[in-house]
């Protein structure tokens, strides 16, 4: 029987990144994944918005949340920002009541529903390690990886209650993963560390040397090819990667593709994107 | 009029008709009148010091013929027993009935040397555990007269020379030869320190013991002698003398059945005494077989590397502890900075990912049994070698941030001298103590993970500073301007990238991340949403409320401008989103929107408009009742 779970694309996986949009459902077929679409869910606020209105964005993924509620059920997320911002949310709300009821009174004048606590949000690496878990992946794969893959998982959700049973400081999940997709995970020690992604367009030298350094390790330590579990540091670890090699003079050039499109591939979806993506890492490497 | 250090207090010359600078033992009047203006005034102050330090006294008609007395600082601390704050529920009657009355002590000193004024002090913070509240004096100064007053007592006093004396207590002791007050009622213990190789050994504590059994105090406890090496023959004697000392009730009458009683309220054994006993518990985890992978770098050698030590170490040892081992049995040259064993700011070391105190930390919060504890220096700053980094930058960034409270005129009450003294409310004042609880500034700095890669940008641990010292009441206007201006600057707060980084790291991460943000909502209203982290929240907002979802193009095009566009086909950026780019999805025909249309997204290009989310409108209500800015 399928597992329901409400879907929150993100702010970028049905826009610049729509691979992910692409690969995300067959993949959650395949593994028994009922997703369930949110259409009136809104952006979170990217934590930009909250720059200027914390109470804006809390209001905006309160609302989010609220939808999911009142379906009974919990979200699902491809984008470790989004996951964060989620979990940030969710966090206050349970921490100060009396902000939580305030905010809970605009979502329900605007939009008449109240989040209550009750609906959670998972990111997929998660869900999938916990609740699909890794043996029936490991039964499911079709093509296997055979190839050695660095994990990227960024900050935004590697803090104490927003990465589930994993460790937030020496997470392992995505090299379980990896490894249950029958790739080799390659350890290097700035896959939790920023890239900068928030700053992208604001900030350019240092955002860009963040960005050298998480490729230059991974590369360093072997890597042909990195997997981030955001979307939206995606682009400053993909489109930026050559800009950010030559500010910081080292070789960052590797293909980065998104966690979705990593467990779709092995389990048999999108092979001749599978196979372009084989020869890029192994022939090409950029 | 009085000048005041830690141990005497001397009046000044100016106000004196003697014209002398000193303590003023004498009693000279004051000059003009000096008494009758400022009468009210001392005697408010003293009545508001809580230690003896001046006498005041207003003579004959009171008008001008004022006499002041300043007594050295008499009274060195008072300290308030811990058992005082709760009282223990359990025990007898009796004893309840007995802690519930008066329960001051007086210590008084002699001490030549400080070493007895040392003890006395230990011997204060001890006797809180029996429901005291011990007073120390020093004897210098001390006004016999009140002797008789104090119905618990208990000297410690060395001898000087050859059976004498210290010089502090000389004076007293003559005044009790010569005026012999009644100590009756009075309840005391002697603990005598001396050196035997002299032959008037302990003379001094016994000549107080003899004189207060003479002058009809009762002797609770046997005077304890104690050489050169007292620490011990001291333990044993407050150990019995504070219990006993203790079992003296309001009326100064020892109710020496309740000893036993009292002797297990103060080791904070009582069943019922956990409320009021702030003694720590004290816990022992099991032992855990670790490897250790240490950082090591010599400078010398100019050499990296890391040391990987299989041990076996008590859960609860700190991870300090462990570096002190692996110093003392594997290898002395191991180099890293030993903290106060209480969290001591600069302790900072990065283990097994976390950032932590090393002198607080404990190990089993960081590995389990057969885990790899990884121990690195602290991020963000140069090795010197080994585990030590150089805070230098940051002790430079810091005070050229000046975030600390400096006098500019500002609003608030007005001290005596005229000069301005800020005021700030209850409430205030707990949210800005919320914001700067953190541990240590400098590994805040270290939680950001920027800081590492902008060696301009001051940092989390600075800005948090400034942010709170600017919107601190009390700080002057001009001083406000300043700070908001250096958190505004080039490399303020908006060089952080990701304030994420920062947040992960447990509650001090999280309290500078939110206040750090909300300095820069303050920056973004002050200059109306202007420059590139203005244009980005602006446009970022403006999208969302338009359709629901973020437009990327939108902030492609209003952040970077066209400048910015020009610069991303000459950096490789854009050619990498149409061409090199591990493009596994999506139709090619976006890739040729970016041709056609340059400001295309970022990434991997986007949709060029975006479609509205179901009930849209609910969105903008959302918008519309909570910031009309967007």
């Known amino acids: 029987m399928a597992i329901k779970i409400a879907y929150y694309a993100g702010n970028t996986a049905r826009a610049a990144s729509s691979e992910v949009e692409d690969c995300i459902q067959p993949l959650c077929k395949t593994l028994g994944i009922d997703l369930i679409e949110l259409p009136k869910a809104s952006s979170d606020g990217g934590n930009i918005i909250k720059q200027s209105s914390p109470k804006l964005q809390h209001a905006l993924v309160a609302r989010n949340l609220a939808l999911a509620e009142s379906k009974g059920l919990d979200v699902l997320t491809t984008c470790a920002t989004s996951h964060g911002i989620m979990c940030d949310t969710i966090e206050e709300f349970r921490e100060d009541l009396s902000f939580a009821n305030h905010v809970n009174n605009i979502v329900a004048r605007t939009s008449s529903v109240e989040y209550m606590g009750e609906s959670q949000s998972r990111h997929l690496l998660h869900f999938l390690v916990e609740e699909i878990g890794l043996d029936k992946i490991r039964d499911a794969v079709i093509n296997p990886l055979r190839l050695n893959i660095a994990a990227y998982y960024g900050p935004n959700m590697q803090r104490q209650g927003a990465c589930g049973e994993d460790d937030p400081f020496m997470p392992t999940y995505m090299e379980q993963l990896i490894t249950a997709l029958g790739g080799t995970p390659v350890e290097y020690d700035s896959k939790c560390q920023s890239v900068g ?55 960052t050039a590797m293909p980065i593709l998104h966690l979705a499109e990593l467990v779709a591939f092995a389990l048999g979806h999108y092979p001749e994107r599978f196979a372009q993506l084989r020869t890029r890492a192994l022939v090409i490497g950029g | 009029m009085f000048l005041i250090t830690e141990d005497s207090s001397q009046i000044l010359a100016a106000v004196r008709t003697d014209g002398l600078f000193d303590r003023n033992v004498g009693g000279a009047t004051m000059s003009g009148s000096t008494g009758a203006d400022y009468g009210e005034m001392i005697l408010e102050a003293a009545e508001a010091c809580p230690v003896e330090i001046i006498k005041f006294e207003l003579q004959g008609d009171g ?9 050295p600082a008499a009274v060195v601390a008072a300290v308030t027993p811990a058992a005082t704050a709760v009282v223990a529920t359990g025990g007898s009657e009796a004893l309840q009935a007995l802690l519930g009355g008066d329960r001051s002590l007086a ?17 204060a913070k001890l006797a809180a555990n029996y429901g005291l509240i011990p007073t120390v004096y020093d004897m210098d100064g001390f006004d016999p007269a009140t002797l008789a007053s104090h119905k618990r007592t208990l000297i410690i006093t060395s001898t000087w020379g050859e059976g004498e004396m210290p010089d502090n207590a000389e004076t007293l002791w003559q005044s009790v030869n010569t005026q012999s007050p009644s100590l009756s009622g009075v309840s005391f213990s002697i603990c005598a320190i001396g050196d035997t190789s002299y032959d008037e050994y302990c003379k001094a504590g016994t000549d107080w013991d003899e004189k207060y059994v003479a002058l009809g105090a009762n002797r609770v406890h046997a005077i304890q002698l104690c050489n050169v090496d007292f620490d011990t023959p001291w333990s044993q004697w407050v150990a019995e003398a504070l219990p006993m000392i203790a079992c003296v009730d309001d009326s100064g009458t020892l109710q020496e059945v309740l000893l036993e009683e009292m002797k297990e309220y103060g080791s904070g054994s009582g069943e019922e005494v956990s409320s009021g006993d702030f003694s720590p518990a004290s816990i022992v985890q099991s032992e855990l077989s670790i490897t250790l992978s240490l950082f090591r770098y010599c400078p010398a050698a100019a050499d990296t590397g890391w040391d990987t030590i299989a041990c076996a170490i008590p859960g609860h040892a700190t991870v300090e502890d462990l570096l002190v081992a692996v110093q003392h049995d594997v290898d002395g040259s191991l180099a890293f900075r030993r903290g106060n064993g209480n969290g001591s700011p600069t302790s900072g070391l990065r283990v097994n990912g976390r950032i932590v105190l ?20 602290l991020p963000g700053y140069p090795v010197i070698r080994d585990l030590i980094v150089d805070y230098s930058s940051f002790e430079t960034q810091r005070s050229s941030a000046k975030p600390w409270m400096r006098a500019d005129p500002r609003d608030g009450h007005t001290l005596l001298s005229g000069s301005a003294m800020g005021t700030m409310d209850l409430s205030t004042a707990a949210t800005l103590h919320a914001m700067t609880d953190v541990v240590s500034y400098q590994l805040l700095q270290s939680m950001s993970d920027t800081f590492a890669y902008d060696s301009d940008y001051k940092g989390p641990g600075i800005l948090l500073q400034q942010w709170t010292r600017s919107i601190d009441p009390r700080t002057g206007d001009a001083q406000q301007k300043e700070l908001f201006d250096s958190i505004g600057s080039e490399h303020g707060v908006w060089s952080e990238a990701d304030f994420s980084s920062v947040a992960r790291y447990g509650s001090d991460g999280r309290t500078a991340s939110k206040a750090l943000n909300t300095a820069r909502g303050k920056l973004l209203n002050s200059t109306n949403y202007s420059g ?13 409320k338009w359709s629901g979802n973020v437009n990327e193009t939108t902030l492609y095009r209003q952040v970077l401008g066209p400048i910015g566009l020009l610069n991303n086909i000459f950096d490789g950026v854009s050619a990498r989103m149409v061409l090199g780019f591990t493009r596994t999805g999506a139709p090619p025909f976006r890739s040729l929107q970016a041709l056609l249309a340059p400001p295309a997204g970022i990434g991997k290009i986007p949709k060029m408009v975006n479609s509205k989310v179901s009930a849209h409108h609910e969105v903008v209500n959302l918008f519309n009742e909570i910031d009309q800015r967007f």
């Open chain 1, 197 to 251: 992604a928030p700053a992208l367009l604001t900030i350019n030298k240092p955002v860009m040397r963040m960005t050298a350094a998480v490729l230059s390790d991974a590369k360093s330590n072997g890597a042909d090819l990195l997997v981030s579990a955001c979307t939206i540091s995606h682009s400053n670890l993909d489109s930026y990667q050559s800009k950010a090699g030559k500010v910081a003079r080292k070789n």
């Open chain 2, 63 to 71: 008008a001008s013929e004022a006499v002041t007395e300043a007594a």
């Open chain 2, 107 to 123: 210590i008084l000193f002699g001490s030549q040397t400080g070493n007895a004024a040392g003890l006395a002090e230990k011997t």
């Open chain 2, 358 to 377: 090393a002198d607080l930390i404990q190990i089993s919060d960081l590995v389990s049994d057969g885990g790899v504890l990884k121990i690195e220096p």
């Open chain 2, 532 to 544: 590139p982290h203005g244009r980005l929240v602006k446009w970022y907002g403006r999208s969302v």
